[in-house]
């Protein structure tokens, strides 16, 4: 791993660390709260966490709507100002050149295992568990007929169709993997991976090992030059970088504006809804527990 890459990652350590406070933070006053309505009882717990759940999904709608409304003005021609979330859509292109020609400008990838699992009636069952996560990007850019858009964050590929990667990539970064405690989550290493906005990344985790395992699938995203792409993020100058509130780098798409636009709006619009009903659904159990602790 390179020195530029481990001060990414550090900083995304640092990033996610105060992410996941912040969200704890938030947990343990809803838990306030939520004790002082209800009264020391499992239902203040239960409303707490499905409170924080609801809370998570309205964040989530609330981007994937922005998302949508970024594509909106780009295919009706506005121009984003200085330090707004908004689209780029174009051809990708390099930054700068690369001893491989042939090398993909961005991947991601993830190797899974099988193991074996007791299953009901006791029977044995096969279950898929991810082994490697791979990460690699190098400077690369967006070109459109407005000039060129640099990428400063990791592109969030696994919003685009799956393609397969050449075996000996994969097994090139396998090889040079980083192993990490099985007990570190997945989700954190990830968003690692995608917090820090930086030039590049070359980044493969080995999650333990697993005894009796046989190896399995291997599910690529890959970005190359030339591609038709439409990248998010925040606009800073002729670049983009990620927003310190998403865990998952500069989304990226494939395909035309409009439908994606939809597409993306549409899955915005059920996050938010699903959220705002499990927060009104916390609401009722909690007035209702509240009414029962206190009058009788």
Do not use: H
Request: proline residues 4%; hydrophobic residues 45%.
């Amino acid at each position: 791993m390179s020195a530029e890459s481990q001060g990414a990652l550090i900083n995304g350590v640092m990033i996610v660390a105060k992410r996941w406070a912040v969200q704890a933070a938030f947990f343990i006053a809803i838990w306030i709260v939520c004790l002082l309505i209800a009264g020391p009882t499992i239902i203040a717990l239960i409303c707490a966490l499905m409170a924080s759940s609801g809370r998570l999904l309205i964040v989530m709608g609330r981007n994937e709507k922005e998302d949508a409304r970024a594509m909106e003005d780009l295919a009706a021609g506005k121009v984003p100002g200085d330090g707004v979330w908004c689209a780029a859509r174009g051809v990708a292109v390099s930054l700068e050149p690369a001893e491989d020609t042939e090398a993909p400008l961005a991947f991601r990838f993830c190797s899974f295992d099988l193991k074996n699992r007791k299953g009901k009636g006791n029977r044995l069952e096969q279950v898929e568990e991810c082994r490697f996560d791979g990460f690699f990007m190098r400077p690369m850019g967006v070109r459109m007929a407005t000039g060129t858009v640099r990428l400063l964050g990791f592109p969030n590929v696994s919003g685009m169709k799956q393609r397969a990667l050449p075996d000996e990539l994969v097994q090139k970064a396998r090889d040079n993997a980083s192993v990490l405690p099985r007990f570190l989550p997945r989700a954190v290493c990830r968003a690692i991976a995608a917090a820090e906005a930086s030039k590049g990344i070359d980044w493969t985790v080995r999650y333990g090992e697993v005894r009796g395992a046989s190896e399995g699938k291997t599910e690529g995203w890959v970005i190359r030059e030339g591609d038709e792409i439409c990248v998010l993020g925040r606009r800073k100058g002729d670049v983009l970088v990620p927003a310190r509130s998403r865990p998952s780098g500069l989304p990226a798409y494939t395909g035309n504006l409009r439908n994606l636009s939809a597409g993306v709006g549409g899955a915005g619009q059920w996050f938010e809804t699903a959220g705002w009903v499990l927060v009104g659904i916390t609401l009722v159990i909690l007035l209702g527990d509240a009414a029962i602790y206190y009058i009788y």
